[in-house]
Every structure is written in structure tokens, then in C-alpha cells.
């Protein structure tokens, strides 16, 4: 059955350091992956959009690969702020138009000042 | 505010008891996601909407579960006969469209089942 696994553990950095999380799966031929931020409480907030056939994107502070072969992401946040901590979903979406998504189970970040 | 809202923010019941959680999508997207959210886990799909019509329905969604949208427009997902284990946060995300495009979440409906 398909699985995704990310960091299982928090993610804890230094105010001003990159913070880099990981999103691995099997199983699974997805058409395109997406992160999301989702503080407690709250629902998740799209971030970033990568396509299968796209190696990298960015926007502003984050980065976002993307390597079908590994079937692996990375997600980079280039000098963390504080208040960028936060749990990040991956999730991956299929080919066929339904838009229906498969998150990871999240990565808790602690940006420390 | 023009974004997704869900009502209500909190529910607490009894076992057995049945409820009813709506949510108001982005006025014009057309697709509309329900998700199931448990602590330390990403969110699980469960239904989804393109307008009016019911496009997949997830195994997770049993027979006690029932979700509308009526007239394309906002939605409402009911649980018959609660049982503890449907303890969770129920999401809902509209998106213009399907496929690789932005979902947009709500800030979820937090179930308790006593």
C-alpha cells in the first residue's frame, strides 16, 4: 500500500540556520507534491507546489525538490525565523483530476532564537 | 473573510449521539474535500465534491457517514451513532478545480466523543 514517511522526529535548529525536511514514499507514482504548514490548532496552509517532471521551486525563503527516481522531497527553509515553527505536511497528489491528496504524518519544526 | 469556514470550531458528545458539521467553501471553487485529522497525523481523505455530485467516498467513510452539498454550495458531513474512535479533527478544503492546484483548508471541526 502506498506510504509516506517524514522526519518521524522534531526538528530542532537555530534562529538564522536552513532547516531541511524530508518526505519519502513508496508504493506510489505521484503527479505532483505539495507542503503544507499547519500551526496547532489550526488547518493546514499550502506552501509550495512541485510537479513530477520539475526538479526544484522555490518562493522567497523555501525550497522544495522533488527526485521521482529517489522518491524523495526535500523541503528548505533558509534562515529560519521563530516564528516559522510549525508541523509540515507533505502531500502527494495522483495523476487523475480529483485533487484528492495523501499527506505524510508531518514534521514538527523548532526554530530556537 | 473570504475564506474556507467551518461551524462548529468544537463539539463535544455522547456516544450514540449524531452531529453535524458544515462547511462554507470559497464562493467559487468547486471542489470540495472533507479530511479526517487524528494527533501526530497527517490528514486522512475521506470525501470529495466537484459542485453538487459525490465523486469518491474513502473505505474510512463508513455507513454511519453521510456527507451532501446540496446545490454545489456548502457542504455538511454528519456521523449517525458516534463511537470514540471518531474522536478527531474533520477538515474540509475547497481548490478551483482539480488536480495539481491549491487546496484551501478550513480550521477544522474538533470532534470529542465521550
Known amino acids: 500500500s502506498q506510504k509516506i514517511e517524514q522526519n518521524s522526529e522534531a526538528l530542532n535548529i537555530q534562529e538564522g540556520k536552513t532547516a531541511t525536511l524530508t518526505c519519502n514514499y513508496t508504493?506510489?507514482?505521484?503527479?505532483?507534491l505539495q507542503w503544507y504548514r499547519q500551526d496547532p490548532g489550526r488547518g493546514p496552509v499550502f506552501l509550495l507546489l512541485?510537479?513530477?517532471?520539475?526538479k526544484e521551486k522555490r518562493k522567497e525563503r523555501l525550497k522544495v525538490t522533488f527526485d521521482t527516481t529517489l522518491k524523495q522531497s526535500l523541503f528548505h527553509i533558509t534562515a529560519s525565523q521563530p516564528a516559522d515553527s510549525a508541523t509540515y505536511l507533505c502531500?502527494?497528489?495522483?495523476?487523475?483530476?480529483?485533487?484528492?491528496?495523501?499527506f505524510g504524518q508531518g514534521t514538527t519544526l523548532q526554530v530556537k532564537p | 473573510d473570504t475564506g474556507v469556514s467551518q461551524d462548529p470550531r468544537h463539539k463535544i458528545t455522547k456516544r450514540g449521539q449524531n452531529v453535524t458539521f458544515r462547511c462554507d467553501p470559497i464562493?467559487?471553487?468547486?471542489?470540495l474535500y472533507w479530511y479526517r485529522q487524528t494527533l501526530g497525523q497527517g490528514p486522512e481523505f475521506l470525501t470529495y465534491?466537484?459542485?453538487?455530485?459525490?465523486?469518491?467516498k474513502s473505505r474510512l467513510l463508513s455507513d454511519r457517514f453521510s456527507a451532501e452539498r446540496p446545490k454545489g454550495s456548502f457542504s455538511t458531513l454528519e456521523i449517525q451513532r458516534t463511537e470514540q474512535g471518531d474522536s478527531a479533527m474533520y477538515l474540509c478544503?475547497?481548490?478551483?478545480?482539480?488536480?495539481?492546484?491549491?487546496?484551501?483548508f478550513g480550521q477544522g471541526t474538533r470532534l470529542t466523543v465521550v
Open positions: 478544503a475547497s481548490s478551483l478545480g482539480g488536480g495539481a492546484t491549491e487546496a484551501f
Open positions: 508504493n506510489y507514482s505521484p503527479a505532483y
Open positions: 512541485i510537479r513530477e517532471n520539475e
Open positions: 502531500a502527494l497528489g495522483g495523476s487523475g483530476n480529483t485533487g484528492k491528496l495523501i
Open positions: 464562493s467559487e471553487h468547486n471542489r
Open positions: 465534491f466537484q459542485n453538487e455530485a459525490q465523486l469518491e
